[in-house]
């Protein structure tokens, strides 16, 4: 058993910047992939961003590269989001996932374990 929890979402403007974290207990996530979902009102849960075991391939969609940065420190059973530029269509519940199949997926399928949210807000 895996639970997540995810915090650092909040209200920011156009333009600002925030960091959200994944925190893993119940059991090591050795070997699993951690990855980063989002859903806007009314939408369908979209990738994000995902991260390997070791942090050595990192994956996102369009929308969001450049302005995103996926880590994670093992050590602390933790993953981290860095959103910089903002833009009022990042509005959305964030999510992370873990993926104990020791591969890396984009489809939210593939993921076992899923955390709560934590509320994105990006003001015009």
């Known amino acids: 058993q895996v639970q997540l929890v995810e915090s650092g979402g909040g209200l920011v403007q156009s333009g600002g910047s925030l960091r959200l974290s994944c925190v893993a207990s119940?059991?090591?996530?050795?070997?699993?992939?951690v990855g980063w979902f989002r859903q806007a009102p009314g939408k369908e849960r979209e990738f994000v961003a995902v991260?390997?075991?070791?942090?050595?391939?990192?994956d996102y969609t369009d929308s969001v590269k450049v302005r995103f940065t996926i880590s994670r420190d093992n050590a602390k059973n933790t993953v981290y989001l860095q959103m910089n530029s903002l833009k009022p269509e990042d509005t959305a519940v964030y999510y992370c996932?873990?993926?104990?199949?020791?591969?890396?997926?984009?489809?939210?399928?593939?993921?076992?374990?899923w955390g709560q949210g934590t509320q994105v807000t990006v003001s015009s």
């Open positions: 991260i390997s075991w070791s942090g050595g391939y990192t």
């Open positions: 996932a873990a993926d104990r199949s020791n591969t890396v997926h984009t489809a939210e399928h593939e993921y076992d374990y």
């Open positions: 119940g059991r090591t996530l050795r070997n699993y992939g």
